[in-house]
């Protein structure tokens, strides 16, 4: 019983509040290597496409549409993993100028490093146009986040909103 106390008082939970702002300030990480353009009567992003790593039914869907909403993204550009690597890939003149993968937790890093390998052959030609991706993180270890940029072998940019120490 006081392993388990011990275990409870290091455990954080994040209300949906708390979660917007890690959100907008993944956004702020991201925007102080890429410089956006916001357009339009109503100021939206059209130049960053944003995606998730699991399937629509799952956590990650729910929270890239929470990041484009916290980040006033345009909503045609938060799209299910193909469809995002699809248009990353096929957009000319620079239009495109991020893509961004978002989960809530990098734990091991191993189930995101599976997602993106399933991927990885539009990463690399996402990554020849000079397109940057970047997987942006809720809560997660900065290990997991290093292995996840080391095994895959590309240059995937990995931000954590709230880093966990070991």
Same mark, same amino acid.
């Given at each position: 019983q006081r392993l388990i106390f011990k275990l409870? =008082?290091?455990?954080?939970f994040f209300d949906e509040n708390q979660i917007r702002q890690r959100l907008m300030?993944?956004?702020?990480? $991201?925007?102080? @290597? $890429?410089a956006f353009r916001y357009e339009g009567k109503v100021a939206r992003l059209h130049d960053l496409v944003v995606s998730y790593l699991d399937n629509p039914g799952k956590s990650g869907f729910q929270y890239a549409k929470l990041y484009g909403e916290e980040n006033k993204i345009?909503?045609?550009n938060i799209l299910e993993p193909a469809r995002a690597l699809k248009r990353a890939r096929q957009?000319?003149?620079?239009?495109?100028?991020?893509?961004v993968f978002?989960? @809530?937790?990098l734990g091991t890093g191993q189930s995101a490093i599976d997602h993106l390998l399933t991927v990885r052959e539009e990463?690399?030609?996402? /990554?020849?146009?000079? $397109?940057?991706?970047? =997987?942006? !993180?809720?809560?997660?270890?900065?290990?997991?986040? @290093?292995r !996840? /940029?080391?095994?895959?072998? =590309?240059? $995937?940019?990995?931000?954590i909103a709230e880093p966990l120490g070991e």
């Open positions: 409870l =008082l290091k455990l954080k300030g993944l956004q702020q990480m $991201i925007g102080r @290597d $890429i345009y909503y045609e957009e000319k003149e620079n239009t495109v100028k991020a893509l978002v989960d @809530d937790f990463l690399v030609e996402v /990554e020849k146009k000079g $397109i940057p991706v970047f =997987l942006c !993180v809720v809560a997660g270890f900065q290990g997991s986040a @290093d !996840v /940029e080391r095994e895959l072998g =590309l240059r $995937i940019n990995v931000r």
